[in-house]
T-cell receptor, first 115, second 117 residues
Framework: DVKVTQSSRYLVKRTGEKVFLECVQD?????MFWYRQDPGLGLRLIYF???????EKGDIPEGYSVSREKKERFSLILESASTNQTSMYLC??????????????FGEGSRLTVL | AQKITQTQPGMFVQEKEAVTLDCTYD???????LFWYKQPSSGEMIFLIY??????QNATEGRYSLNFQKARKSANLVISASQLGDSAMYFC??????????????FGAGTQVVVTP
């Protein structure tokens, strides 16, 4: 069965702390994504990666960085957490390819609260 | 820039009735795909149905069907015979095949559906 696993379901951090959100997929997918979900705004893409050590900015990359050292693992890093980064973070993966039903497979989400 | 609009923030529907969730999209490209996802309160995103811009038939998957009107740029999700387990947030999303090789999706704001007995 397809599986995307996010390491923490719930985190509480303090302003200024460095935060790591980890995501692992077992489907050998090339592409991995980090989205942020906020009420009324839907899901917004932060960063994505199409290969090991390769990354591209999404729509809202400010305040975030990512790391992909292994194909199965994609980490989201908040260098200095701020209260406006309180949100639900969703990791996803997909195959590469042209037009087709390459749906994203999502993890269960990590709900981050920054105090 | 692409944009997905879901105008219904929330809906109530009675069990066994059908419900239509609206989705309109904005793109100047001809090749794209439209997706619907379900997110129960537990948080995971569940893929429901897909419609390609060149597909001639409306997509169907069990109780889910997609009312695709290309000229109007709408891709409404129809859930027939609603069940209590259908209570969830529903997201419409689009992928632009002309500009994206990686599977990036652009999501709407979502519609919260509550099914009542």
């Amino acid at each position: 069965d397809v599986k995307v696993t996010q390491s923490s379901r719930y985190l509480v951090k303090r302003t200024g702390e460095k935060v790591f959100l980890e995501c692992v997929q077992d489907m050998d997918h090339e592409n991995m994504f980090w989205y942020r979900q906020d009420p009324g705004l839907g899901l917004r893409l932060i960063y994505f990666s199409y290969d090991v050590k390769m990354k591209e900015k999404g729509d809202i990359p400010e305040g975030y960085s990512v790391s992909r050292e292994k194909k199965e693992r994609f980490s989201l890093i908040l260098e200095s957490a701020s209260t406006n980064q309180t949100s639900m973070y969703l990791c996803a993966s997909s195959l590469s390819g042209l037009a087709g039903v390459w749906e994203l497979f999502f993890g269960e989400g990590s709900r981050l609260t920054v105090l | 820039a692409q944009k997905i609009t879901q105008t219904q923030p929330g809906m109530f529907v009675q069990e066994k009735e059908a419900v239509t969730l609206d989705c309109t999209y904005d793109t100047s490209d001809q090749s794209y795909g439209l997706f619907w996802y379900k997110q129960p309160s537990s948080g995971e995103m569940i893929f429901l149905i897909y419609q390609g811009s060149y597909d001639e038939q409306n997509a169907t998957e069990g109780r889910y069907s997609l009312n695709f009107q290309k000229a109007r740029k709408s891709a409404n999700l129809v859930i027939s015979a609603s069940q209590l387990g259908d209570s969830a947030m529903y997201f419409c999303a689009m992928r632009d095949f002309a500009t994206d090789s990686w599977g990036k999706l652009q999501f709407g704001a979502g519609t919260q559906v509550v099914v009542t007995p």
